[in-house]
């Protein structure tokens, strides 16, 4: 979920040929293809526009996405603010903030290095 050209694009790119089947979604799409998903990669930056009910049991949810409320608190596109029980049933999802965030930081370091390497070469 979501189109844009540092989360959605790229990664839907990536999964092209690697999934059996792809949904790209955006804001304002019908979002009911997400109960057939057993992964959801999000990066709409919208404070919970994926509800748990909409996905289906055993289902992963990757959150990029975030937003800032008018306190300053950052909340993911997946909503984590109703009780436990109504998500507990997904395999797993990505906390918005600290989930995501620390992986494509150190992803980032590797790429450096990597590059740093064969520049020497």
């Known amino acids: 979920m979501g189109l844009g ?10 999964l092209r040929d690697k999934t059996k089947e792809l949904y790209l979604l955006d804001k304002g799409d ?3 293809v997400l109960k057939n998903a057993d ?10 526009i994926i509800k748990p009910e909409m996905l289906k049991d055993g289902a992963g949810v990757v959150d990029f996405g975030y937003s800032i409320d008018t306190a300053g608190k950052i909340h993911g596109d997946f909503d984590t603010q109703l009780p436990v029980t109504n998500y507990q049933l997904l ?3 990505t906390k918005t903030p600290g989930g ?15 590059l740093c390497l064969h520049q020497k070469s």
Request: aromatic share 20%; hydrophobic share 45%.
């Open 39 to 48: 992964l959801v990669i999000t990066g709409v930056g919208q404070a919970g």
């Open 5 to 14: 050209f540092l989360v959605g694009k790229p990664i839907s790119e990536w």
């Open 30 to 32: 019908d979002f009911s």
């Open 91 to 93: 395999r797993f999802y």
């Open 100 to 114: 995501t965030g620390p992986i494509l930081v150190a992803k980032l370091f590797e790429n450096f290095y990597s």
